[in-house]
């Protein structure tokens, strides 16, 4: 009997901790899904007031309504996106700091002689967010009112005209470099740190001309300080409907637009990753949103993880052939 006692309570007290480890386990399983319990921090690679700061500060604060967390805009600028793209490659996967990025990691890898991350492998597909055309800009004091007068211009005066870009590597500084190169001009490269600074530079008349996301320019353009002579997007822009594009004005396929998502670190739980898409997803859906947006030229996208990654593979690709066709490079 005093051995049946015994085992009885050997086996109570085997049930006992079996189910306080069963519950530990449910407990850290239900933390998971209760995600996010804390801010989330949001790195953005460039500057405050540039085209990707911007859309990021709209997104984070309606992404924290969507999940309850407050999302905290951590701007590293410098190296064309590449300190913060770095930052958010270390930091641990668990879905309390992500990157909002641009074009930028899928161009840095080629016109660098050195990242230290891989765009493929450091990063998890979040989300596509938005997108914008590009603009080409002259300051208003050059004569060319068209971009086959721009080209004109700058073949007569080889080596006299500048061009600015919001930094070394920057989608505006390859489609520029791509312009001059497609029409075999001669015409010097300025980098500035950030969008701001460059365009300050052409309102100033440092630079004559250059290529930068239309959201950014658009106050300067209402105010008739930059004259727009094209768009880069497939379609004219909504905003500034008088604009033809760069394929209507030199007529030819050329198309580009910048795009922003968000990705985060490499081993960023499943579940985490799905719930942070379809937050974004829904906010992308928002009417207010969509318009506010709309009103700087700029797109709200969305998507799936997997279609996001997809479209990195592609845009890899695109920007390698490019970098190697213009010969640019951050060195």
């Keep these: 009997m005093r051995k049946m006692k015994k085992y009885h309570r050997t086996f109570t007290a085997s049930l006992l901790i079996a189910a306080f480890a069963l519950g530990g386990m449910m407990g850290a399983h239900a933390q998971g899904v209760q995600y996010p319990n804390k801010p989330i921090r949001m790195i953005v690679g460039f500057p405050p007031g540039g085209p990707t700061d911007v859309v990021a500060r709209i997104v984070g604060q309606k992404l924290g309504d969507q999940l309850g967390q407050p999302v905290v805009i951590d701007n590293k600028p410098g190296a064309g996106g590449n300190i913060g793209a770095d930052m958010v490659a270390k930091a641990a996967p668990d879905g309390y700091t992500v990157l909002y990025t641009s074009s930028s990691i899928t161009i840095s890898p080629w016109i660098y002689a050195k990242v230290n991350y891989d765009t493929v492998k450091d990063f998890a597909p979040v989300a596509l967010t938005a997108e914008m055309p590009l603009v080409l800009l002259v300051n208003p004091s050059v004569p060319a009112k068209t971009a086959p007068e721009l080209v004109q211009l700058i073949k007569a005066n080889p080596g006299k005209f500048n061009y600015g870009s919001s930094s070394v590597g920057a989608i505006e500084h390859l489609t520029a470099a791509q312009f001059v190169s497609m029409h075999g001009l001669k015409a010097s490269h300025v980098p500035y740190k950030g969008s701001a ?23 300067f353009l209402k105010d008739g300080r930059l004259r727009a002579l094209a768009v880069s997007s497939v379609e004219r822009s909504r905003v500034l409907p008088d604009v033809p594009t760069v394929a209507e004005a030199m007529k030819g396929d050329f198309a580009a637009t910048a795009w922003q998502g968000i990705v985060a670190p490499a081993g960023t739980p499943r579940e985490i990753i799905e719930k942070l898409n379809r937050a974004i997803n829904t906010l992308l859906k928002d009417p207010a949103l969509v318009q506010q947006l709309a009103d700087q030229g700029v797109s709200a996208l969305g998507g799936t993880s997997e279609q996001f990654g997809k479209s990195i593979h592609k845009e890899l690709v695109r920007w390698q052939q490019v970098v190697k066709d213009t010969g640019a490079t951050a060195e």
């Design 197 to 219: 600074p460059a365009l300050i530079g052409i309102i100033g008349g440092q630079t004559q001309f250059m290529v930068t996301a239309l959201n950014s320019a658009l106050p």
